[in-house]
Nanobody
């Protein structure tokens, strides 16, 4: 069982930046895939970015070049650096371990 707690969300103007953190209750060293997902009102949850235990990353086309995912195994934490934010990035952002264990999410609101 892995418990995940997201933090770092908030209200930001378009063009601004936020860094989300996802703190795990156990070591993430051996967790093969950690991901950030988001769900906007009326839309399905979608993968934003993911990172493997080997450090390989993947991103949704809509965030490539603007968002960066990273993991700090020593701190059992995964980060999502979000730059050049757009109003369409507004959503609840969730962290997940292997898409099995999920956090409760953090709200990100980008104003125009």
């Amino acid at each position: 069982q892995v418990q995940l707690v997201e933090s770092g969300g908030g209200l930001v103007q378009a063009g601004g930046s936020l860094r989300l953190s996802c703190a795990a209750s156990t070591s993430i060293f051996s967790i093969t895939y950690m991901g950030w997902y988001r769900q906007a009102p009326g839309k399905q949850r979608e993968l934003v970015a993911g990172i493997t235990d080997g450090g390989s990353t993947n991103y949704a086309d809509s965030v490539k070049g603007r968002f960066t995912i990273s993991r700090d195994n020593a701190k059992n934490t995964v980060y999502l650096q979000m730059n050049s934010l757009k109003p369409e990035d507004t959503a609840v952002y969730y962290c997940a371990a292997k898409a099995i264990y999920w956090g409760k999410g953090t709200q990100v609101t980008v104003s125009s």
